[in-house]
């Protein structure tokens, strides 16, 4: 399918989903909070307004400040995402609830005459909540609560919560000179609205201190727009400059070529960066470095594709191979073929609560696995994608220190 004609679908899906959320939080929250007439629409404003912020932040981001687009963005952001991460929380709250009457619901009884009306009766205060009510009230407060503090969090926290592990690799094969060799990993950064100087900044600070022998660039390094390229630019030449003897390599990711991937990559290597597109290079004399291109790039409808064998011709046979590819499900064609391969794409579920909910539809989500003698490491990502959160995935700065098996 086209990429043009899933945006079109993708879209209207997203702001259904959102209005739905929303109105369901709105009936709950309304109802636990007992609001009144002002009370309902100051709440219904909130909730309108956090998809309202976002959309404005992206459709204007070009006639706005960046500070301005960024802080309605993020605004708009924690509330979407608290409405999102509240309504699964809520359904865990009502869905026993909903059970238990059902289970108890009597048989309907055999129709008969209505009595006559009688006189009101004058009205009378309100009936004391049962114990079933008062333990649903707590519960469906702690869960608009926790929706809603997890969402603030990931925004004005998560987000910039950098973790640097460091990944020993066994690699068989390795010359021994090369043994501890350090590749530092960057993945997924989303320059763009709400990534930009302060990020880049923590970025080089954090690859500078992991003392890199090779710095590579998984995808997605830019979010929609190529006029944000110039920050890649200033990130490929800072990291260029701190001297990792065997400098910095590039591959694109889907979202390079949402944005435009010639801008992308001739930005990197007009900074002194090598790119690598189905293509190779040799590290130090003994390792086969190779880079193939997006995975989704032959169904958006850009042509091309990864194509490991050709960038396996490029290099010699001989020596260890570490394949950098952007999305990790190309491990199934790769395991067996290279000793390591090093990708990002998942953000590790970017939004995780307890349980990570991409490991029902992704094989591979974040970290550490081995399949026929292979090694794939899927790095989290550095920036977001959508919702400007993260919550139990933290932004992640890989480093994968060789060994020699």
Known sequence: MPLWLRLTLFVPAVLLLAGATSVYVYRRGAKVMRLEKRGRRALAAVLVGGPTAMLAARAFEAWLPR????????????????????TVLLWAVDLPFLLGRWMRRAPREALVEDPPPEAPEPEAPPAPLTRRELIRTTATSAALGVGFGASLYGSAFGRHDYDVPEIP???????????????????DIHFGTYVGDTERRAAVELVRRAR?????????????????????????????????RDGVTVIPGNHD????????LGTCEAAGATTLRNDGRVLQGGIALVGVDDVWARRNGYGGGPDLAAALATVPEDLPRVLLCH???????????VALQLSGHTHGGQVNLGVRPADLVLTYVSGLYREEGSTLYV??????????????APPEITVAVLTAA
């Open 379 to 392: 790095n989290r990502g550095f920036g977001t994608a959508g919702p400007p959160a993260r919550v139990g």
């Open 327 to 337: 999305n990790p499900v190309f491990f199934e064609e790769a395991r067996g073929q």
């Open 212 to 244: 890199p022998d090779l710095v590579v660039l998984t995808g997605d390094l830019l979010d929609h727009d190529a006029a944000y390229a110039p920050q890649l630019g200033r990130l490929v030449r800072s990291l260029e400059g701190l001297g990792a």
């Open 169 to 187: 690799v066994r690699i068989p094969g390795l010359r021994p000179h090369l043994d501890g060799y350090r590749i530092v990993q960057l993945s």
């Open 67 to 86: 500070e301005v687009a960024a802080g309605l963005g993020v605004a708009g952001g924690t509330i979407l995402l608290g409405v999102w991460i509240s």
């Open 257 to 264: 070529y949402y944005a435009g991937v010639d801008a992308v």
